[in-house]
């Protein structure tokens, strides 16, 4: 079973970038799809982008589109969530999942190894 730590969240201003990263343990996660996923207190929250396991195919939220971008980097066993331009409706708890599938994976049922997230908290 993998391991995946989240880190990056913190507080930015309305318009302000952060970059997310899920750091893996105990497995390689060059053998897994990664998602990123948000909930905010009373908000709808789910999918927000993902990466396959061989890293040229992602999908982003329509929401998110030419703001997120997500990334691979396997040689640091990380995979990154750069959010450029954020608004306050971004901020939530953004977790990432694992699943060792090969294909493009977006639903939260198909992720079976979770991260405990990081938070992500925009001011206007």
């Known amino acids: 079973q993998v391991r995946l730590v989240e880190s990056g969240g913190g507080l930015v201003q309305a318009g302000g970038s952060l970059r997310l990263s899920c750091a893996a343990s105990?497995?390689?996660?060059?053998?897994?799809?990664i998602g990123w996923f948000r909930q905010a207190p009373g908000k709808e929250g789910g999918f927000v982008a993902a990466?396959?396991?061989?890293?040229?195919?992602?999908a982003e939220k329509d929401s998110v589109k030419g703001r997120f971008t997500i990334s691979r980097d396997d040689a640091k066993n990380t995979v990154f969530l750069q959010m450029k331009s954020l608004k306050p409706e971004d901020a939530a708890v953004y977790c990432c999942?694992?699943?060792?599938?090969?294909?493009?994976?977006?639903?939260?049922?198909?992720?079976?190894?979770w991260g405990q997230g990081t938070q992500v908290t925009v001011s206007s």
């Open positions: 999942a694992a699943d060792s599938s090969y294909a493009l994976v977006s639903s939260n049922r198909d992720f079976a190894s």
């Open positions: 105990q497995r390689t996660i060059s053998t897994y799809a």
């Open positions: 990466i396959t396991r061989t890293g040229p195919t992602t």
